[in-house]
C-alpha cells in the first residue's frame, strides 16, 4: 500500500507535474515498498513526463523499458529511444532500431540511422544487435543468394565488409539460439558434415537434457531443435568423423525427433528396432532380438511422412520367416507403394516379380518393364541388363528398309507410309509392321508386338519407348490411325492384301514366301 509521500506523487502526476510524473515512472520502473513493479504502468508516466521535455525520463525509457514493451506501442516510445540513444546510450540504440527496422513507413534516414546503431550495439557486444545485424544483412537466411562461406564469415551478398566483423558468428557464440541454428543451417547446406557435428553436437546434447526434452508433453522441442537432433543421430549413424556419441546418447536424439514427427528419425528409430537396414538384412553384430511390432509402428509413421524408404523397409519385415504376422500380399502392397514414390530398390523388385509372374498373366511383361525403367532411369544397372534381355531392339528384323524407302513418295497411302515408318523407328519386321494394331499396341512406356493370331511364325515381344522423339512419333502415327479398322474388314484389308499392296509400291520388297496365314 502506497504511503503519504507515494500519495502525494500520485496526486501531483495526475494533476500534470512533470516531475511527479518523473517520480512515479521510477517508482513503478524499479518497485518501493508501497508500490509493486510494474514496467508498462512505469511507460506510462515516464512517456507523459517525456513529453513535458524531461530528459531523464526518456533516459530511463532508453535504459529500462525493453523491446517487447515498447513495440506495443511504436508510434510513440520510438523518439524517446532515439533521443536516449543521441545521448550516448547504446542499449537505447538497439531497441530503438528493432522499432524502426519492424516499422513499414520509416523512411531511408532513419534506417541508416537504425542501422548504425545496430552496429554499435553488436561491437558492444549486445548479441540481439549481432543477431539482427546478420538477418539484416542476409548472412542469416539460409536460403540466401550468398554462398555459406560468406554467411559464415559475417559477410553480405553485396561484397566483403557490409555486414560487419562476423555479426552471426559473434551472435552464435554470444548463445542466441537462432544465430546458433542459423549458423548450423548454412554450415549443412555448405556440405562439410563433419565441422556440422562438431558444432551441433554440443548443442543437440543441450536439447536432450533440457526439461523441455524431459516433459512427457507433446510438442515439446522447437522445429529447430528437432532438426538439429534428427541431423545429428544420422551423421553419427554413418560414421561422420568428429564426435564421441555412445549408442545410448544416439538413440535417445532418435527418440526424442522421433516423438516430434520427424521421419528420418522414426526410419532409423524403426530400423533399428527391427535390428536391420533398408534392404532386410540384419545389421552385423547387432545384439539382442527384433522387436518387429515396434518397427513397423515407427517405420509407418515415416512412410506415411513422405519417405518412401520407409514403406520398402516395411515390406521386407513383412516377408520375413520370423515375423509373427508375415503376410506377402500386405508385403507387395508396401513395395509398390515404395516403387510409387520413386525408391530405385523397389521399382526392381517390382520390375522382377512382375516379369516372374508372367506365366500366370501375360501382360505382366508390361508391368515389369514399366518398373524396370523407372529403376534405370535413376541409374540402376542391373534394371538395365533386364530391360536389354526383356525387351531387346531388333536391328535387322526387316534389312535394308531405309534404303528400300528413300525418295520414295508414299502420302498417297498414309495407312502404309505410317506402319513403314513405325517399322523403321521401332526395329519391326515387314509381318510385324503390316500387321499391328497401332493403337492396342501403344502402352505409353512400350509397344507390345503381338500378332500371332494372324501370323502364327510370330511371338510375342516388347519394344521399349526410350525417347522423347520416340513418343512424339507415336502419337503421331496414333493419330493416324484413330478411326480406322486395323483389322482384315478394315481398308487395308486383310495380310496377304497389304503386302500385295507393299510389293506394288516398293517392287524391290522381295517375293519370299510367307507362311503361317491364318485362314
Not at 24 to 29: A, C, I, Q, V
Not at 499 to 512: A, E, F, K, V
Amino acid at each position: 500500500m502506497a504511503n503519504r509521500e507515494e500519495l502525494a506523487i500520485i496526486r501531483g502526476a495526475r494533476a500534470g507535474r512533470a516531475e511527479s510524473q518523473l517520480a512515479l515512472g521510477r517508482l513503478y520502473l524499479f518497485g518501493s515498498n508501497g508500490l509493486p513493479k510494474s514496467l508498462p504502468t512505469a511507460l506510462h508516466w515516464l512517456d507523459r513526463a517525456a513529453q513535458q521535455g524531461c530528459a531523464e525520463a526518456w533516459q530511463l525509457i532508453g535504459n529500462h523499458i525493453p523491446f517487447e514493451l515498447a513495440q506495443q506501442s511504436p508510434q510513440s516510445v520510438t523518439g524517446w529511444y532515439e533521443r536516449a540513444y543521441d545521448g550516448g546510450l547504446v542499449r537505447a540504440g538497439l531497441v530503438f532500431a528493432q522499432l524502426v527496422l519492424g516499422l513499414r513507413g520509416a523512411g531511408q534516414g532513419q534506417r541508416a540511422k537504425a542501422l548504425r546503431a545496430l552496429e554499435e550495439a553488436g561491437r558492444a557486444g549486445f548479441a540481439q544487435a549481432q543477431w539482427l545485424l546478420a538477418r539484416e544483412h542476409g548472412a542469416a537466411q539460409p536460403d540466401a543468394a550468398s554462398a555459406p562461406a560468406a554467411g559464415l564469415a559475417g559477410q553480405s551478398p553485396a561484397g566483403p565488409g557490409k555486414a560487419g566483423p562476423g555479426w552471426l558468428r559473434q551472435a552464435a557464440d554470444s548463445g542466441v539460439a537462432p544465430a546458433q541454428f542459423a549458423l548450423l543451417e548454412q554450415a549443412w547446406e555448405g556440405g562439410d558434415r563433419s565441422a556440422y557435428l562438431q558444432r551441433a553436437l554440443p548443442l543437440a546434447r543441450a536439447v536432450a537434457a533440457s526439461d523441455a526434452a524431459r516433459d512427457g508433453a507433446c510438442a515439446r522441442l522447437a522445429p529447430d531443435e528437432v532438426s538439429l537432433l534428427s541431423r545429428c543421430a544420422r551423421l553419427v549413424e554413418s560414421g561422420t568423423p568428429g564426435h564421441d556419441v555412445s549408442e545410448h546418447e544416439l538413440h535417445t536424439f532418435w527418440e526424442l525427433a522421433a516423438a516430434e514427427q520427424d521421419r528420418h528419425a522414426q526410419l532409423s528409430l524403426g530400423l533399428w528396432c527391427a535390428r536391420m537396414r533398408v534392404d532386410g538384412k540384419r545389421i552385423p553384430g547387432s545384439g539382442g532380438a527384433a522387436n518387429f511390432k515396434k518397427a513397423v509402428r515407427w517405420l509407418s509413421q515415416a512412410g506415411e511422412q513422405g519417405l518412401a524408404e520407409a514403406w520398402y523397409a516395411l515390406s521386407r519385415i513383412y516377408i520375413k520367416p520370423e515375423f509373427s504376422q508375415r503376410n506377402v500380399m500386405e508385403a507387395q502392397k508396401y513395395l509398390e507403394r515404395a516403387a510409387e514414390m520413386g525408391y530405385r530398390d523397389a521399382q526392381l523388385e517390382c520390375g522382377n516379380a512382375a516379369w516372374r509372374a508372367r506365366r500366370e498373366n501375360e501382360s505382366n511383361d508390361v508391368r515389369a518393364v514399366f518398373w524396370l525403367q523407372k529403376a534405370a532411369a535413376q541409374g540402376c544397372a542391373r534394371a538395365a541388363t533386364a530391360l536389354r534381355k526383356i525387351a531387346p531392339r531388333s536391328t535387322d528384323a526387316w534389312a535394308g528398309l531405309d534404303s528400300l524407302l528413300a525418295g520414295r513418295d508414299l502420302s498417297a497411302h498414309p495407312l502404309l507410309a505410317a506402319r513403314l515408318e513405325l517399322a523403321l523407328a521401332f526395329g519391326l519386321s515387314r509381318a510385324e509392321a503390316l500387321l499391328l494394331d497401332v493403337r492396342n499396341a501403344d502402352r505409353g512406356h512400350c509397344l507390345v508386338v503381338d500378332i500371332r493370331a494372324s501370323y502364327g511364325r510370330s511371338r510375342r515381344r516388347l519394344v521399349l519407348v526410350e525417347t522423347a522423339q520416340e513418343r512424339q512419333l507415336l502419337d503421331r502415327l496414333a493419330q493416324v490411325f484413330d478411326t480406322v479398322d486395323c483389322g482384315p474388314a478394315g481398308p487395308e484389308g486383310n495380310y496377304r492384301q497389304r503386302l500385295y499392296r507393299l510389293r506394288t509400291l516398293l517392287p524391290d520388297t522381295g517375293n519370299d514366301a510367307d507362311y503361317g496365314l491364318a485362314a
